[in-house]
C-alpha cells in the first residue's frame, strides 16, 4: 500500500519568514495531494490540494508543489503569522474509482516565534 | 450546506467493553470514511462505504471492529471490546466524488474516545 513520509516533525520560524514542509510517496498510482491543517482539538481542516496534472498551485500566502517524477510534494507558506501555528498533514490518494482513502503523514509541528 | 456530524463527542469506557459511534455524511455524499486518529499521529483509515457497500476495509481489526452503512447514508462503527490502544479520536469524512475532486474530504468534529 501507500506510505507517506513527511518532514521535518516539528518546524519553529519567525514570524514573516517563510515555511517548507516536505513529503513523499512510495505509490507512483497516486495523483491527489492535499494538505490539512489541525488546531489543538480541531478537526483537520483542508487548506489546499494539488493533482498530478498540475505541478504547482498557490493560494495567497500558500502553495504545494509536486514533483511526479522524485514522488515528493511540499507545502509552502511564507509571510507567516502567529495563527499560522499548528499541525500540518500531507497525505496521498487514487481518486477516481474504487478505493481512495488518504494515506496521511505523521505531521509536522509548525511553531510560529513572535 | 450542513456538515458531518458525528456523535457522541467524548466516551470513556473500561477496557473489554463494547462502545459504538455515529456519523451523518452530508446529505447527496455517496462515500463515507472512517479514520483513526492516535495523539500525535495523522489519520489513518479503517473502513470506506461507497453508498452502502464497504471498498476498503483492509486497515479495519475485524476482529473486534465492525461498522455498517445501512441505506448507504448514517454509519456505524463499532468496537467490542475495547482495548487500551484504541484510545484516539475517531473522525468521519464523506465525499461526493465529483470528478473534478477539487475540495476533498469533509471532516467531522470526531469522537474522542478514552480506553481505561
Known amino acids: 500500500g501507500e506510505n507517506v513520509e513527511q518532514h521535518p516533525s516539528t518546524l519553529s520560524v519567525q514570524e514573516g519568514d517563510s515555511a517548507v514542509i516536505k513529503c513523499t510517496y512510495s505509490?507512483?498510482?497516486?495523483?491527489?495531494f492535499p494538505w490539512y491543517k489541525q488546531e489543538l482539538g480541531k478537526r483537520p481542516q483542508l487548506i489546499i490540494d494539488?493533482?498530478?496534472?498540475?505541478g504547482e498551485k498557490k493560494d495567497q500566502r500558500i502553495a504545494v508543489t509536486l514533483n511526479k517524477t522524485a514522488k515528493h510534494f511540499s507545502l509552502h507558506i511564507t509571510e507567516t503569522q502567529p495563527e499560522d501555528s499548528a499541525v500540518y498533514f500531507c497525505?496521498?490518494?487514487?481518486?477516481?474509482?474504487?478505493?481512495?482513502?488518504?494515506?496521511f503523514g505523521k505531521g509536522t509541528h509548525l511553531i510560529i516565534q513572535p | 450546506e450542513a456538515g458531518v456530524a458525528q456523535s457522541p463527542r467524548y466516551k470513556i469506557i473500561e477496557k473489554r467493553q463494547s462502545v459504538a459511534f455515529w456519523c451523518n455524511p452530508i446529505?447527496?455524499?455517496?462515500?463515507l470514511y472512517w479514520y483513526q486518529q492516535i495523539l500525535g499521529q495523522g489519520p489513518k483509515l479503517l473502513i470506506q462505504?461507497?453508498?452502502?457497500?464497504?471498498?476498503?476495509d483492509s486497515q479495519l481489526p475485524k476482529d473486534r471492529f465492525s461498522a455498517e452503512r445501512l441505506k448507504g447514508v448514517d454509519s456505524t462503527l463499532k468496537i467490542q471490546p475495547a482495548k487500551l490502544e484504541d484510545s484516539a479520536v475517531y473522525l468521519c469524512?464523506?465525499?461526493?466524488?465529483?470528478?473534478?475532486?477539487?475540495?476533498?474530504?469533509?471532516f467531522g468534529s470526531g469522537t474522542r474516545l478514552t480506553v481505561v
Open positions: 469524512a464523506s465525499s461526493s466524488r465529483s470528478a473534478s475532486r477539487t475540495y476533498g474530504y469533509t
Open positions: 505509490d507512483s498510482a497516486s495523483n491527489y
Open positions: 494539488i493533482r498530478s496534472n498540475v
Open positions: 497525505a496521498a490518494s487514487i481518486p477516481g474509482g474504487g478505493a481512495d482513502g488518504l494515506t
Open positions: 446529505s447527496g455524499h455517496a462515500t
Open positions: 462505504f461507497q453508498n452502502n457497500g464497504v471498498v476498503d
